[in-house]
């Protein structure tokens, strides 16, 4: 089976102050690799990963990963539009990156429109909180995220801990997302894209209606 066909693109966006470790959790995403020392992001970055959401269902997974500095951000502010799916990363240690998540979200919320951006909100670097360094404790993550109407997760990319879970979360609410109609395909965005039959052909396959309702005869 050829392990590059997909039968869905999402495109999903990085977003969270710098050094909160957003490339951190992509590289072990995808290359299943820590660095201590890692670049810092310079405008926008590009990373590909296949999952497959249900037997037979495969997702390719663009990530742009954005810096966090703010002297990029009218460069990363441009990839903000054309995405479907966001994870709001912020350090656990680090209090200011949390109560910087709000004005992430805003800024892509307002980018976005008409379209919706679908969350995960991610508290990362969860080795060092679990080690006595947390500066935001669980409940109230859990209660900023659920006021942003995502959900929330810990992670850690130095052991990997949910790392993966946090992707898969995210790429599973676009998925039903799809499903249930909240996100659509849509002529002239890129947040979503499909190699073959939409959504709701599929449904409409699944459910044995006729793929176009037929016409009567005007003559
Ligand atoms: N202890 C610990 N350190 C981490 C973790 N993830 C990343 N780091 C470290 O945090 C620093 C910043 O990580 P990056 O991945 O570059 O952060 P970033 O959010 O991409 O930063 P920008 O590109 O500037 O926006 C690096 O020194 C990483 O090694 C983690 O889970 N635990
Ligand atoms: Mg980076």
């Not at 066909?5 to 102050?17: A, E, N, S």
């Not at 002297?71 to 903000?80: A, L």
């Not at 991610?122 to 659920?146: C, F, P, T």
């Not at 599973?172 to 002529?187: A, F, M, P």
Request: charged content about 25%; some cysteine.
């Amino acid at each position: 089976m050829d392990l590059t066909l997909w039968q869905y693109q999402f495109r999903i966006i990085m977003l969270g102050d710098s050094t909160v470790g957003k490339s951190s959790m992509l590289k072990r995403y995808t290359e299943d690799q820590f660095l201590e020392c890692i670049n810092q992001t310079v405008g926008v970055d590009f990373f590909v990963h296949f999952l497959e959401v249900e037997p037979g269902v495969r997702v390719k997974l663009q990530f742009w990963d954005t810096a966090g500095q703010e002297r990029f951000r009218s460069v990363t502010r441009s990839y903000y539009r054309n995405s479907v799916g966001g994870l709001l990363v912020f350090d656990l240690g680090n209090r200011d990156s949390f109560n910087h998540l709000k004005q992430w979200y805003d800024e892509v919320c307002e980018r976005v429109h008409p379209y919706s951006v679908l969350f995960v909100v991610v508290g990362h670097k969860a080795d060092r909180a679990n080690g006595g360094e947390r500066a935001v404790d669980r409940a109230e993550a859990e209660k900023l995220a659920s006021q942003l109407g995502a959900p929330y997760i810990e992670a850690s990319s130095k052991t990997g801990h949910n790392v993966k879970e946090a992707f898969d979360l995210l790429t599973r609410r676009v998925y039903q997302g799809l499903k249930s109609g909240e996100v659509q395909v849509r002529d002239g965005w890129d947040g979503v894209k499909t190699s073959g039959p939409t959504m709701k052909s599929l449904q409409r396959v699944k459910l044995n209606e006729p793929a176009e309702e037929k016409k009567s005869c005007a003559c």
